[in-house]
């Protein structure tokens, strides 16, 4: 199978991710929960994974750091602290589900920053707009459905001269793109331990700069006579039982990123969104979202076809042994910012275990299939 569906979640992940895991659940316990060596060592991997991240994304300490179940989880936490009923948040047009539902919920005020496809300039001008006097901003990285970067740096930038607290949604941008907290001067980031960061699913990061709304209250080993949570970082949002195996695997992802290094997985993911591109490009009746500046898009690309459906295309690529994700993609605003709202995309996302070949292959493939039609 050629597996290009990792904006969803990276099920090629390195060996010692899984080895990471197992070693967790035969070896730890909880961390906070005991004395003995198990809950020990549980204590000494989620520290060590906490310090790890700081460093990595640039946070203010290792205690700033909270473990998530997802990126979802985080983004709620970073709204519900930020944001009441009524209060008017700027987001980008290209925001998914798990930004747009929170603030609905919230029964916030949302005003979209809409502006075109790959088009960083007008995206800027549409921030400059309406940030001014806006509750908070928040902004994806990277489109989980079309790859494009978002000039998050100068957004950023744009809030610290309104006054605008900013949270950036790092879900397609951490473990592949630079992610740097400090230059951002974000009040919150979040992203999944599952996509580009290599960790098993429900593992999740959310990086936090200073007060903080807990959503959710239990246990955390710590201050147990009172019946409120802790008012310190990170046992503020860590209520329950840690997810070590996790936490020991997305350690272990992070690791080998740091190995491999930032900047050679960017390029090798571009490289190979490039390859898709090229090979697409031309083919009648086929729609490529691709763009002509290279840092605009990450590794992630979307195709419409003028004559079959994106469910059904997908369909056939799956029994072809190509798995890609069709439809929506959880980002229905993204979709109509981009006029594809009707039929959805075929998306192709790649990861740093793909090779030229997988996707020589597989534009071939959906190429055949459209071209039969």
Known sequence: MIYLDSAATSMLKPREVGEAVVRAMRTMASPGRGGHAPAMLAAETAYRCREELAGFFNAPGSENVVFTMNATHGLNIALATLVERGDRV???????????RPLHMLGARVDVAAAPLFD????????????PGAK?????????????????YEIAALCAEQGVPFVLDASQSAGVLGVDMERLGAEFVAMPGHKGLLGPQGTGVLLCRGAVKPIMAGG?????????????????LEAGTHN????????????????????????????????????????????????????????????RSAC??????????????????????????????????????????????????????????????????
């Open 244 to 303: 070590i195996p996790g936490i020991a695997g997305m350690l272990a992802g992070l690791r080998w990123i740091k190995r491999r290094g930032l900047g050679a997985i960017e390029r090798h993911e571009r490289r190979l969104k490039d390859v898709l591109a090229g090979r697409l490009e031309g083919t009648p009746g086929l729609e490529v979202f691709s763009s002509a500046e290279p840092s605009a898009q990450a590794g992630v690309l979307s195709v």
């Open 120 to 131: 960083s300039g007008a995206t800027l001008e549409e921030f400059r707009k309406r940030l």
């Open 136 to 152: 908070c901003c928040v902004c994806t990285h990277v489109s989980n459905v079309f790859g494009a970067v978002m000039p998050v």
């Open 90 to 100: 700027v987001i980008s047009g290209y925001e998914h589900n798990a930004v747009t």
């Open 308 to 373: 079959i459906g994106s469910e059904e295309l997908a369909e056939a690529l799956a029994e072809r042994g190509v798995a890609v994700r069709a439809g929506l993609h959880c980002a229905p605003l993204a979709h109509m910012s981009a006029g594809t709202i009707e039929e959805g995309t075929v998306r192709l996302s790649l990861s740093p275990f793909n090779t030229e070949r997988e996707a020589a292959s597989a534009a071939e493939i959906l190429k055949k299939l459209v071209m039969e039609r």
């Open 220 to 236: 955390t080993g710590s201050d147990s006579r009172s019946q409120s949570m802790p008012e310190t970082l990170p046992d503020a």
